[in-house]
């Protein structure tokens, strides 16, 4: 995996994407998109074993299955320090948003959702060495005008000897 220096005017430039406790995502102005951990994050995951800038510096396509981005590039500051990553734009909506956009109609028809996520399932079915455990909100499933299905996050996937990073909420309140 290539690397490549952020510098901070790009971020501040960029488009905001989306921001949680672990990581921002900007859109470059180059069309890439850009995961920023985090610093903390990234020190709370070394110290339970995952070192994210290892994962990301391994990766390579997954044979046969262009529906699985992975990142174009390990991201650093200009000072050396790893921040995240880049990633291609991925084709289409996301299924939170592609569900919005279904009819009421559309919404009861159960065989077009048996259809949507029987093509999800051949994808990870295809990929039985990778695990993806973040579906949890569906941002991270995308689906273009002609149905076609791409994953993201890769950061999150289990690939080979990598362990997989999954932070999820409660849906409810534990007592």
Do not use: W
Request: hydrophobic share 35%.
């Amino acid at each position: 995996m290539k690397k490549r220096v952020i510098y901070p005017a790009e971020i501040k430039n960029a488009k905001f994407m989306s921001h949680s406790e672990m990581a921002t995502v900007v859109s470059l102005q180059d069309g890439s998109i850009l995961k920023v951990f985090e610093p903390g994050m990234l020190g709370l995951m070394k110290s339970v074993g995952i070192d994210t800038e290892k994962k990301i510096l391994d990766a390579k396509p997954i044979k046969g299955s262009p529906e699985i981005l992975i990142p174009t590039s390990a991201a650093y500051f200009p000072n050396g320090r790893f921040i995240g990553y880049t990633i291609n734009r991925a084709n289409g909506i996301d299924y939170n948003a592609y569900d919005d956009k279904l009819s009421l109609r559309q919404r009861s028809d159960l065989h077009m959702y048996a259809a949507d996520h029987d093509k999800i399932e051949a994808v990870l079915r295809r990929n039985s060495n990778i695990v993806f455990p973040d579906f949890c909100t569906c941002d991270n499933i995308f689906f273009d005008e002609d149905g076609n299905v791409q994953f993201i996050d890769y950061d999150g996937l289990q690939v080979g000897s990598h362990k997989t990073i999954c932070f999820s909420t409660s849906l409810g309140d534990a007592e």
